[in-house]
């Protein structure tokens, strides 16, 4: 479970059968705060790295912006590979199986075109706060 503002614009990109991924950076801040004895610790960030699939990745192309606020559920994925000189790199991905939007939307909010959508779930809290999305368990094959 994470918390975190989107980095960049998410890539989508659509694979066999018109398949959705998106992906996206999300940026976590740890707040600095100061120890007893006047030590100063800084804010750390951490970058990570979200897949989303199918109709979460659906609604991430359409409402999803840099700088937004989101909250993800998903599970850690590990993957390793050889870049060109050769070099074994390691790559952490959460691969999400629940988004909620956290960042306010304006009045005229696209709540409405998300909830004609088969297959999601969306449950504002009010107009200006969040939506939770998620998938049914029948749009995962997996």
Do not use: C
């Given at each position: 479970m994470?918390i975190?503002n989107?980095?960049q614009?998410p890539?989508?990109?659509?694979v066999?059968?018109?398949?959705?991924?998106?992906?996206?950076?999300l940026?976590?801040?740890?707040r600095?705060?100061?120890?007893?004895?006047?030590?100063?610790v800084?804010?750390?960030?951490d970058?990570?790295?979200?897949?989303?699939?199918?109709?979460l990745a659906?609604?991430?192309?359409?409402?999803?912006h840099?700088?937004?606020?989101?909250?993800?559920?998903?599970?850690?994925?590990?993957?390793?590979?050889?870049?060109?000189?050769?070099?074994r790199?390691y790559?952490?991905?959460?691969?999400?199986?629940n988004?909620?939007?956290?960042s306010?939307?304006?009045?005229?909010s696209?709540?409405?075109?998300?909830a004609?959508?088969?297959d999601?779930?969306?449950?504002?809290?009010?107009?200006?706060?969040?939506?939770?999305?998620?998938?049914?368990?029948?749009?995962?094959?997996?």
């Amino acid at each position: 479970m994470l918390i975190g503002n989107v980095g960049q614009e998410p890539e989508v990109r659509y694979v066999e059968q018109g398949v959705a991924v998106a992906r996206l950076r999300l940026a976590t801040t740890e707040r600095g705060y100061t120890l007893q004895n006047g030590t100063q610790v800084p804010d750390r960030t951490d970058w990570h790295n979200v897949i989303l699939w199918r109709k979460l990745a659906e609604i991430v192309e359409k409402y999803v912006h840099k700088g937004d606020k989101l909250y993800v559920e998903g599970r850690l994925r590990y993957t390793s590979y050889d870049d060109k000189q050769g070099q074994r790199r390691y790559v952490t991905e959460i691969w999400a199986d629940n988004m909620e939007m956290l960042s306010p939307r304006p009045v005229s909010s696209p709540t409405a075109a998300m909830a004609s959508e088969p297959d999601v779930q969306v449950q504002p809290a009010s107009a200006q706060q969040s939506h939770v999305v998620s998938t049914s368990d029948e749009a995962v094959p997996f």
